[in-house]
């Protein structure tokens, strides 16, 4: 498969799949009983609500079991004759209800535990006993349902990923006699993320060698830390290093085919945070025009004596330096070219001996 295929039209240059604050741009349509699936994942359906509707929820729920309830004993009262003007001696089903206001009163009391004293069932009306239990074990069940939503949305560390920092673009440069693409990620609290994880996914819509378009074809690119099992620390600012060698997708690639290419890198940090032990995710992406070639990250960190903290200076957090020695060429010319003159110097090394 070729990664940089020059068929026009495969993708809109300025189109991502991941926006740079880490949403995702895409939007699922045309989904058969998309609202039935919704509904049988329902506790996860109210998690993934905007606050106002868990908050509308949370309202409308305890009061349509309140006015539920109230119809309920209502009902039950005009069975049993207890709002008849001409009411005998007999024993009410409730005392002291008269009106619906009062049994709605009396379902609120009943359901929250309240407990005021004054309206209270009497023991002599059977099925008022079983609706009591029944109105109580409902609403300990819905106030711990509502409730539970509640504290689990409270408790998604959404707001985290947004302590941590990636470099606006990137950056192509030589080290160590390779090419690398280099991406900088920062944490800017002092609560470490623990077990911090790096990926970087190269996508790009790509033709087969039969013609078969693959819309979205994704590759995982080789990080330098790998080998630690892709974990990293973040207690400073740390610069993400892909090699590019025969296995990436930027092998064959040269500044100029870097302009012309259609491809989006999108890079995720997982981890979790050490105050609460909850998982998060930042992402964010990189466009072709986002890579810049021959430059390099300036340093942040300053120097301090010995007994001083050591300062990261976030104003060079984005900011780059050119890299002279970095060669114009694709990674697969470079490492031909550097070939070939170690060749030529072991056969001069062989002639002079």
């Not at 005392?95 to 049994?103: A, E, I, M, P």
């Not at 711990?144 to 606006?168: C, M, N, Y």
């Not at 900011?319 to 056969?347: H, I, L, V």
């Amino acid at each position: 498969m070729n990664y940089f295929s020059s068929k026009p039209g495969l993708q809109n240059p300025s189109q991502r799949l991941i926006s740079k604050s880490g949403s995702t741009n895409i939007k699922c349509v045309n989904i058969e009983k998309q609202r039935l699936y919704y509904l049988l994942d329902g506790f996860t359906t109210v998690l993934e609500l905007q606050w106002h509707w868990v908050v509308c929820i949370f309202f409308s729920g305890f009061l349509v079991s309140f006015c539920f309830f109230a119809l309920l004993w209502f009902a039950l009262m005009k069975w049993h004759g207890d709002l008849d003007n001409h009411q005998d001696e007999r024993t009410p089903c409730i005392w002291n209800v008269h009106s619906f206001s009062s049994v709605l009163l009396f379902s609120i009391e009943t359901q929250t535990t309240i407990g005021y004293g004054y309206r209270y069932v009497s023991e002599e009306c059977e099925i008022g006993v079983f609706l009591l239990v029944l109105q109580s074990l409902v609403g300990a069940m819905l106030q711990a349902l509502l409730a539970g939503a509640v504290l689990a949305k409270i408790q998604i560390p959404k707001s985290r990923r947004k302590t941590v920092l990636f470099s606006d673009r990137a950056c192509i440069c030589l080290l160590n006699a390779e090419l690398c693409l280099l991406f900088r990620v920062g944490n800017i609290r002092k609560s470490e993320i623990v077990g911090a994880q790096v990926r970087a996914i190269f996508v790009k819509q790509e033709y087969t060698e039969d013609g078969e378009l693959l819309p979205q074809c994704s590759k995982d690119l080789k990080l330098g830390f790998e080998e630690s099992g892709g974990r990293m620390h973040l207690w400073w600012p740390t610069t993400i290093i892909h090699v590019i060698d025969e296995s990436s997708p930027f092998w064959n690639m040269s500044p100029q085919t870097l302009k012309e290419s259609r491809f989006e890198v999108i890079l995720v940090l997982e981890g979790s945070i050490a105050s609460t032990s909850l998982s998060f995710q930042a992402r964010t992406s990189y466009l072709p025009h986002e890579i810049d070639w021959g430059q390099r990250f300036q340093p942040m960190f300053k120097t301090r004596d010995p007994v001083a903290k050591y300062e990261v200076d976030f104003r060079y957090y984005g900011k780059k330096t050119p890299a002279p020695c970095t060669s114009r060429m694709s990674a697969e010319d470079w490492r031909s070219k550097q070939t070939t003159r170690r060749r030529n110097k072991q056969t001069l090394y062989s002639l002079s001996d």
